[in-house]
């Protein structure tokens, strides 16, 4: 019998491919195995931002190319085997994860535009993005949804709140500084690694708080 059980990433529209591509990174550094979402709107995105054109027929060999890019947009500054990464085509919505019975360990969106934010909150569903997300919902599996937009009106707020009531950690894509942050790939993998603490998935992306001040100008 299978007995894997994956996390289901979906990446959304919004700003902030290498986002994503930390969290993958971590997710299969710790061993995890992943189902991967890419919303039509987020490879836009991604070869907006990285050059990357993220193509069905070819996805391993592109996702590979996506997770060796550094934030900085330098390759070949990473490893990563993605070889325990199922991809599913945002229009499939008779995927795996569009089915409460397909077992996986929950869900990241990450990052998620407000367009994917209120498609969730709403039960929309025009998408395996947000059926998966919806399906993560009802069956109480985590669900981390890392909103990256700003600033936030009032109707994205409830939308927020409506998702925070149902269970899901609303996770804003803020980095923080007191990690002693030196490179950009550092705000980057503490926002990655607030991601991966949400999901209860060990990782060493950056530098905890210890209680002692001054901590992040100096090492280890």
Request: aromatic content about 6%; charged content about 20%.
């Amino acid at each position: 019998m299978n007995s894997r059980r994956p996390w289901v990433v979906g990446v959304s529209g919004a700003s902030g491919t290498p986002y994503a591509a930390a969290v993958l990174r971590g997710l299969l550094a710790a061993g995890e195995s992943v189902d991967l979402v890419v919303s039509r709107a987020s490879r836009l995105t991604l070869l907006d931002e990285t050059g990357i054109a993220f193509r069905d027929a070819h996805w391993q060999e592109d996702l590979r190319q996506w997770l060796a890019r550094g934030a900085d947009g330098k390759p070949d500054s990473f490893d990563a085997d993605v070889s325990d990464v199922r991809y599913w085509a945002a229009g499939d919505l008779a995927a795996g994860p569009s089915s409460g019975s397909y077992p996986v360990k929950g869900m990241l969106i990450v990052p998620a535009s407000t367009a994917c934010v209120a498609g969730v909150a709403l039960g929309l569903s025009k998408d395996l993005l947000q059926r998966a997300a919806s399906v993560t919902l009802k069956e109480r599996r985590p669900l981390v949804v890392a909103v990256r937009e700003t600033p936030l009106n009032g109707q994205t707020l409830k939308h927020l709140v409506t998702l925070d009531e149902a269970g899901a950690v609303v996770l804003p894509a803020s980095p923080a500084f007191y990690a002693g942050a030196t490179h950009i790939q550092d705000l980057v993998d503490f926002v990655a690694g607030r991601v991966l603490d949400a999901a209860g998935v060990p990782h060493r992306l950056y530098r905890r708080w210890k209680g002692e001040l001054g901590g992040g100008s100096g090492g280890d």
